[in-house]
């Protein structure tokens, strides 16, 4: 049995895809709220033993504690402009405390999802270090970005410690991801998935101004990766055990949000069409102009497979989802 929290969302749905497939004759568990919104649908192809509540996850475990090989934690409150800190306090940083434990005690696989919004600015750099000192060093943005920063540095207190850990851990320190399974997330959606509806009815699209001397508009960069990618990286870590530590999850390749928009015109054979308009000024002075991921670390690791170039990443999403009259995975 295989158990994704936030198994319904953007990344967590891929994951039960992709376990789905490799794994036919394996229980598959989702734990996620549904609400009523249309986040259903990212999970109406696949073929699940359940769906369980947040709130009923731990007697779901104790029941089931024997069966589990693995928990693939991606539930969260991801959106970086959630002000609640109680809240995010309590799903992101206490809830995976919990799980830890759980996984600890029960000798069970646990990978998480971090996210590269600990880096802050990027003032300190993209290396995926996971001690102590270098992590004390990094300063997030936003409530979210703290949290996932906060559990880090819980994971390197306890490892250096010599606490108890589970049998295999790894964070992900997820970049800019995108691809199919994210409609549900409103303004969090990636670029590509904003473009999309312009450029299919020949309009132009909008991207942000820079406010920054060193960067052109448009020419804000970012390390933009293919959703197969990420669930590639998770699927290599369960493949090897003996590999535990916290990884950046990016391509090392960081690009323009004007590239990204212009490979969706191309993906549907047009020609850019491209308007600036101001950052919010509520968002501004926290705008990250670059972000690339170091991934030495998951390289030394033994991830040798290459990563989907910007360009066809994007054609991949236009022209086998976006296009397509269900465009879910």
Not at 51 to 71: C, M, S
Not at 145 to 161: C, M, N, Y
Not at 186 to 194: D, I, N
Not at 210 to 235: K, T
């Amino acid at each position: 049995m295989f158990v994704v929290t936030g198994g319904a969302g953007f990344i967590g749905s891929n994951i039960v895809a992709a376990l789905e497939e490799r794994y036919p004759n394996e229980k598959l568990v989702v734990v996620d709220r549904l609400r009523d919104g249309v986040k259903w649908r990212n999970l109406a192809k696949r073929d699940l033993y359940d769906i369980i509540h947040p709130d009923d996850l731990f007697p779901f475990l104790a029941e089931y504690q024997d069966d589990i090989k693995a928990i693939f934690h991606m539930g969260a409150i991801s959106a970086t402009t959630e002000t609640d800190a109680d809240k995010i306090v309590d799903n992101n940083f206490r809830l995976t405390t919990a799980l830890w434990d759980w996984c600890s005690q029960y000798k069970v696989r646990f990978l998480y999802a971090s996210s590269a919004a600990t880096y802050g600015d990027g003032a300190h750099g993209f290396d995926d270090f996971e001690n102590r000192k270098d992590l004390s060093r990094l300063e997030p943005l936003n409530a979210y970005g703290w949290s996932k920063h906060l559990f880090d540095r819980t994971v390197a207190r306890t490892t250096e410690e010599g606490g108890t850990t589970p049998p295999q851990w790894a964070g992900l320190k997820f970049f800019n991801v995108y691809g199919p399974n994210e409609y549900h997330k409103g303004g969090q959606k990636s670029v590509v998935a904003h473009v999309y509806p312009d450029a299919a009815e020949k309009l132009m699209c909008r991207l942000f101004k820079s406010h920054h001397p060193d960067y052109e508009d448009g020419g804000q960069l970012r390390d933009f990766i293919w959703v197969g990618d990420v669930v590639d990286v998770i699927l290599w870590l369960y493949d090897h055990q003996d590999v535990s530590g916290l990884f950046n999850v990016g391509t090392g390749k960081a690009r323009s949000f004007k590239d990204l928009a212009s490979a969706v015109y191309v993906a549907l054979d047009m020609e850019p069409k491209i308007h600036y308009i101001d950052t919010p000024v509520n968002i501004r002075d926290k705008y990250q102009y670059f972000t690339q991921a170091n991934m030495d670390k998951l390289r030394a690791a033994g991830y040798d497979k290459p990563f989907t170039e910007l360009e066809e990443g994007v054609r991949r999403y236009v022209q086998d989802y976006l296009c397509k009259d269900n465009p879910h995975r």
